[in-house]
């Protein structure tokens, strides 16, 4: 059973950075897309960005676009989500999560994800 441990939230000033970690165990991350998701309070989760199989493809949602960056390691089992200048808006629980398609591509869909992790808290400050 694959576990993800998602790190890296906190609270940050508007134009700050963070850099969120998904780490697996109990299974592989390699072969697989990975996803980034958000959650803020009374709103459904959405998908921020996604990586394919292999890093050489990714998808990002409009609102995060050319702000947020998404890249992986395989060696290290490990995902990570770096998010610059950030804003109020994009406070929220962020999720990692893997894809159930061996070698897939960049999914920006929910239900293409089976493994997610607990969520790590981003808050943006104004």
């Known amino acids: 059973q694959v576990q993800l441990v998602e790190s890296g939230g906190g609270l940050v000033p508007a134009g700050g950075s963070l850099r969120l970690s998904c780490a697996a165990s109990?299974?592989?991350?390699?072969?697989?897309?990975m996803g980034w998701f958000r959650q803020a309070p009374g709103v459904e989760r959405e998908f921020v960005a996604a990586?394919?199989?292999?890093?050489?493809?990714?998808s990002y949602a409009d609102t995060v676009k050319g702000r947020f960056t998404i890249s992986r390691d395989n060696a290290k089992n490990t995902v990570y989500l770096q998010m610059n200048s950030l804003k109020p808006e994009d406070t929220a629980v962020y999720y990692c999560?893997?894809?159930?398609?061996?070698?897939?591509?960049?999914?920006?869909?929910?239900?293409?994800?089976?493994?997610w992790g607990q969520g790590t808290q981003v808050t943006v400050s104004s």
């Open positions: 999560a893997r894809s159930r398609q061996f070698f897939g591509a960049a999914g920006t869909n929910l239900s293409q994800y089976t493994y």
């Open positions: 990586v394919n199989w292999g890093g050489g493809s990714t």
């Open positions: 109990g299974g592989t991350l390699r072969n697989y897309p």
